[in-house]
């Protein structure tokens, strides 16, 4: 598997993504500039990833302008292959966006820019895992109609949920009001990932937290 990050105006996460994929998870990794659209390198057992950071300066909605960009035209083209696709904090407001995951990132609750690490539950693993991973972001609210939480909990496409450093889901675990708590979704058919934390900033020793090597091995096979 091979990885290729997108880089944006304005993205300032991208740096983070390519070297946590290339020195702490020995990966390769190519750059994808936002004016390119050539992947026919890519296949659909590779991943693009959309880093976090504020995409054409977040004019208009975040991700609403990065969504028409010439390579998320390819993106789109490549999930609807199957490619595998994740979308970090930015990428996920990006996926929402481009109508390659449904609902949309509102305004935190408290109208705060939130920085700091939160736990989250892996919803789709027996034992309830839960990690301690990094957020960062203004609008981060996840939100969606109440048939549209019905499908995402039937098909199984709600990955992670905030909670405790017990897993356990409360309001004061809640940082950014999210409906249901929901902190990371895939799509119907489970090659299209998003989340607001950020995996890549908790994969070094370094940082003194690995959990994000859980979400990377979790989401895309890889530790």
């Known amino acids: 598997m091979k990885f290729g990050v997108v880089v ?11 070297e946590t994929l290339s020195s702490d998870l020995n990966q390769e990794v190519r750059v994808l500039w936002h004016k390119d659209r050539d992947l026919s390198d890519f296949k659909s057992n590779d991943c693009i990833l959309l880093p976090g950071g504020f995409s054409y300066g977040d004019y ?10 010439p390579m998320m035209q390819s993106v789109i083209d490549f999930a609807s292959a199957g490619g ?9 407001q990006i996926l929402c966006e481009s109508g390659l995951l449904p609902g949309v990132l509102l305004r935190n609750a ?14 789709r693993q ?5 990690l301690k991973i990094p957020i960062a972001h203004g ?33 004061q675990s809640n940082p950014n009001g999210a409906i249901d708590h929901i902190a990371g ?10 989340m607001m ?6 994969c070094s020793n370094a940082l003194a937290n690995q959990d994000g090597r859980r979400v990377f091995a979790s989401l895309l096979a890889i530790g």
């Open 185 to 194: 979704i895939c799509n119907a058919a489970g090659n299209v990932f998003g």
């Open 126 to 130: 027996p034992d309830g895992q839960v």
């Open 60 to 69: 208009l909605r975040c991700g609403a302008i990065a969504r028409f960009s």
């Open 110 to 123: 408290k109208q705060q820019f939130v920085c700091k690490n939160v736990y989250v539950k892996n919803e």
């Open 197 to 202: 934390p950020h995996p890549e900033r908790a």
């Open 8 to 18: 944006f105006p304005g993205s300032n996460c991208d740096r983070d993504m390519i």
């Open 84 to 92: 595998k696709v994740l979308g970090v904090c930015n990428g996920f």
């Open 139 to 171: 609008e981060g609210r996840y939100f969606a109609s109440a048939e549209t939480l019905e499908i995402l909990y039937a098909n199984n496409q709600v990955i992670y949920r905030y909670c405790n450093e017990l897993g356990d889901i409360d309001e």
